[in-house]
């Protein structure tokens, strides 16, 4: 399984980077160039959302959902990191 730091995140160059919580809590705040796909939409449809040869960020509250769902997507050949900390972490770094 593959996890990224929020720091380590933040220097990529031109990372796919998905929040996975409801649009509610997106449209709030988010990671800065993040797109919404909310989890259930991306568990129940997610080629539609997703291509094989990209590489995505995932990124929930805490990090717990956005690792699983990593885990279960990347069985099927997709290619996704999941973010340590999710959100809350990304906040605390901002904030330094």
Request: aromatic content about 18%; overall charge neutral; glycine content about 6%.
């Amino acid at each position: 399984m593959y996890t990224i730091s929020v720091d380590d995140l933040l220097y990529l160059e031109n990372p796919i980077i998905v929040d996975i919580r409801n649009i509610y809590y997106y449209n709030i705040d988010h990671i800065a160039g993040a797109i919404n796909i909310p989890y259930y939409n991306l568990l129940n449809n997610y080629s539609h959302y997703l291509d094989k040869n990209n590489k995505y960020y995932f990124y929930c509250d805490f990090g717990e959902k956005s690792s699983e769902l990593a885990k279960r997507l990347n069985k099927l050949g997709y290619n996704i990191i999941s973010v340590d900390g999710g959100y809350l972490e990304y906040k605390k770094i901002i904030r330094k």
